[in-house]
């Protein structure tokens, strides 16, 4: 069994697949071009926002949006303990300090609760993430956002399609990224990337920004993240399966939750009252995570673990002095979780297999 595996996506659209590989290569249309213009209005369109700008990778997005609301140095910028680095390391990039908010108990997502504690007067947004597939708290944090004229970008990496209140993340703020990293829900063959808005100032800035700072005359020293043509036309054949490919990992979610949740031993995810979750990662949680993982280990079922430290006590956050006192909750979340097997295309049977065998180790 395998923790993800994209051999048995692409045997599923392996003809597809091929041709637009090929038709790239005869056309030769290899970085931007007319694939990636169809990728651009395809994602806008499936995401409901006016705009869609493509780039290199989710990294490079999170970073252009912060560019593209005008983030200078010394500003702060307020984002979840529990993440992908990503997430924190580009508000550095981009001229910020990084102010890490720690977790809600449930949902392992940013805790609107304590965000007013972390504002300042240098405050200029905050970035949600919707980890594992899972939509932050929106209403409490537009609310905040809006009370102390702050943007949001929404980092979506995780969470193609999941809604909010019959919202879907990435319509809500000011901006939100995207990640097609082969293993996330919605994935290229390689590095891909996108940011969305419906305000046209950002979408306008970013396009310059990403390609040199625009092309007969330069507007303005940019950066190079642009999408390839092959990556575009994959992306474009995967579009479609988009969300029958949610459908099943929501499915297999529910198998697991209905035969884990009376394991006392485990903690299943949570789902937030009127969202939709898209399970990019099925998370639960142990109290004797390292014995299970080794137990599965043994009967050939790969873990993993999303993440082993909350963000602010990585070495490279030692600088900001923030210690596991500071994140409880993420804290005692990073000690406890657990990352199980979950694509589309996993079988009954393995779902089953999974199953049994964490609720028969304990
Ligand atoms: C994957 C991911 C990113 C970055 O995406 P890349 O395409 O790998 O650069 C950003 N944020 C989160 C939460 C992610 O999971």
Known sequence: MQFVDLYAQYLSIKD?????????????SFVRGPSVEAFEEN????????????CANGTDAIYI????????????????????????????????????CDTEPDYFTID????????????????????YGQSADMDAILAIAKKHNLWVIEDCAQAHLATYKGRKVGTMGD???????????????????????????????SALFARHGGKNNHLMEGINSRLDGMQAAILNVKIKYIEGWTRLRQQHAAVYSQRLSNVAAVTVPQIREACEHVFHLYVIRVDDRDGLRSRLSEQGIPTV????????????YQYLGGT??????????????????????????????????IASCK
Request: glycine residues 6%; charged residues 20%.
């Open 324 to 357: 596991s006192a500071d994140y409880p909750v993420a804290t005692q979340h990073a000690n406890t979780i657990l990352s199980i097997p979950m694509y589309a295309e996993l079988t009954e049977a393995e779902i089953l297999q999974v199953a049994n065998a």
């Open 65 to 100: 949006a912060m560019k593209a609301l005008g983030l200078e140095t010394g500003d702060e910028v307020i984002t979840t303990a529990h993440s992908w680095i990503s997430t924190s390391e580009t508000i550095t990039q981009a001229g910020g300090k990084v102010v890490f």
């Open 43 to 54: 994602f806008a369109q499936l995401m409901d926002t006016k705009h869609c700008v493509s």
């Open 305 to 316: 673990i999303n993440y082993p430290r909350p963000l602010p006590l990585y070495d490279a």
């Open 16 to 28: 597809e697949i091929d041709t637009a590989i090929a038709d790239t290569i005869k056309h030769s």
């Open 112 to 131: 609107p609760a304590q965000i007013e504690s972390k504002i300042t007067d240098k405050t200029k947004g905050i970035i949600p993430v919707h980890l």
């Open 175 to 205: 901006a939100a990224t995207f990640s097609f990293y082969p293993g996330k829900n919605l994935g290229a063959m390689g590095d891909a990337g996108a940011l969305i808005t419906n305000r046209d100032d950002i979408a306008e800035f």
